[in-house]
């Protein structure tokens, strides 16, 4: 779907250069966020001249333990982009261990895109969204930037939740077609509804997916809330023109 907006870890793709190239020509804007702030710059130079993908610098709740000592690169590195994921909280059981300094290290990272404002996140929050959720309602005041809750598995009162703190809302086709997501569906509002794909870590026909298969989301949202997909693409498009601005060139600044 030409004009489709998708998230992804489009740096994890064997091909990811020759990718990139491919998804501007598409004309699909995409978000393409980071595990850790070392990935940061390569993103930024593949990116950097396209005119539909921006790359996020992140540091993966699920790496935080391991990668601890890379936070305050992304510290340093945030002047250098609006955009900030992946980052988080994760509460499954490869990362409960480690839980409290994930906790701490989201704290820091959100208070610094506070102090910094207008900074758009993408943020994890797996078996952690009241966690999530405390965490922006003390460090991240109304209108300091776009928190923005990629794939969210959390209950409709905990949506409910996020909306009153200006959250958005990035679905994936498999978050659609979950039964707890068509219930959390039917709660957001249509302005706080974006997409993404979170390729390659998840699949598509059997393959991993990737932008180019954004408009499997869009289907799958149209269903759940018996819209057309026409209507549902406009939706998200807007809401991502509210996001970045008016007028504001797509691309990595």
């Not at 850790?36 to 710059?41: G, L, N, V, Y």
């Not at 703190?165 to 077609?177: D, I, K, P, T």
């Not at 997916?209 to 939706?235: C, D, G, M, Q």
Request: aromatic share 6%.
């Amino acid at each position: 779907m030409r004009g489709g907006r998708a998230g992804c870890h489009v740096d994890q793709y064997p091909d990811f250069e020759s990718l990139a190239g491919r998804i501007d020509r598409a004309g699909i804007y995409t978000l393409a966020v980071t595990t850790t702030p070392m990935d940061w710059r390569r993103n930024r130079e593949v990116f950097g001249s396209t005119k539909h993908v921006r790359a996020a610098i992140g540091l993966h709740p699920e790496m935080v333990e391991t990668h601890l000592d890379q936070a305050p690169i992304l510290e340093r590195h945030l002047s250098e982009t609006r955009y900030v994921g992946e980052i988080g909280i994760d509460g499954g059981p490869r990362s409960y261990r480690s839980l409290a300094i994930q906790t701490r290290t989201f704290s820091r990272i959100i208070t610094a895109c506070a102090e910094h404002g207008g900074k758009v996140l993408s943020i994890h929050s797996f078996r952690a969204v009241s966690k999530v959720l405390d965490a922006l309602e003390c460090h991240f005041p109304p209108g300091s930037g776009v928190p923005v809750l990629h794939w969210f598995t959390g209950s409709p009162s905990e949506a409910k939740r996020a909306v009153s703190l200006g959250c958005y809302f990035s679905v994936n086709e498999r978050m659609a077609l979950s039964q707890n997501g068509a219930k959390v569906l039917a709660v957001i509002p249509p302005d706080r509804l974006l997409t993404e794909t979170d390729g390659p870590f998840t699949k598509a026909n059997g393959h991993p997916s990737s932008p180019f298969n954004v408009h499997l989301a869009v289907t799958a949202i149209a269903s759940v809330l018996e819209r057309s997909e026409e209507n549902v693409a406009t939706i998200v498009l807007e809401n991502l023109r509210t996001i970045i601005g008016a007028g504001t060139s797509f691309r990595v600044i």
